[in-house]
């Protein structure tokens, strides 16, 4: 079965770091683009991050560019998400996508809360 | 940056409708657009890509078309099932982004 498993979200301060972890099965990881997609409380959906199969192009929403690294392991079958500077505006569910252009397949999500 | 808008923002409408939703693109994508269907508290599922490509395992009750800047996305027979909000995504340029979704209920 193919399957995205999001974790590591939980309760951080104004300016504190997280980070999120996807563990992809069922599929060959390597071969696919990567993404993470967020969404506050009660509003739409934002592509927050995109990475290429070897890592080496990425792109990000300019709300988070230079706060947030987007990375994976392709022999854990694995993405990330490192967090920094974390705001209030951060806070939402985030959910690991597999990216064809389109997501096709989605992790079940992690929440993210940046409150004091 | 290319902006992406859905009409209507919320639609309400009776078991066994024609239901259709209008995505606008800023720029022209080709066809290189999506749609999606989120229940609350879920994953959104993806249920149309290259605008009118049914995702396998969606009812054939669900059709996409378009092209360039105007897309809909259309429910041939609404059915309790079909309750949810729906956006449209484009792919055509990064960083890929969302409508702001259409929210559909029974009437």
């Known amino acids: 079965e193919v399957q995205l498993v999001d974790s590591g979200g939980g309760l951080v301060q104004p300016g504190g770091s997280l980070r999120l972890s996807c563990t992809a099965s069922g599929f060959t990881f390597s071969s696919f683009w990567m993404s993470w997609v967020r969404q506050a409380p009660g509003k739409g959906l934002e592509w927050v991050a995109d990475?290429?199969?070897?890592?080496?192009?990425?792109y990000y929403v300019d709300s988070v560019k230079g706060r947030f690294t987007i990375s994976r392991d392709n022999a854990k079958n694995s993405l990330y998400l490192q967090m920094n500077s974390l705001r209030a505006d951060d806070t939402a569910v985030y959910y690991c996508v597999r990216d064809n252009g389109y997501a096709d397949v989605w992790g079940q999500g992690t929440t993210v809360t940046v409150s004091s | 940056d290319i902006q992406m808008t859905q009409s209507p923002s919320t639609l309400s409408a009776s078991v066994g409708d024609r239901v259709t939703i209008t995505c606008r693109a800023s720029q022209s994508i080709s066809t290189w657009l999506a749609w999606y269907q989120q229940k609350p508290g879920k994953a959104p599922k993806l249920l149309i890509y290259k605008a009118s490509s049914l995702e396998s395992g969606v009812p054939s009750r669900f059709s996409g078309s378009g092209s360039g800047t105007e897309f809909t996305l259309t429910i041939s027979s609404l059915q309790p099932d079909d309750i949810a909000t729906y956006y449209c995504q484009q792919y055509y340029s990064y960083l890929f982004n969302f409508g702001p979704g259409t929210k559909v209920d029974i009437k």
């Open positions: 990475i290429e199969q070897d890592g080496s192009e990425t």
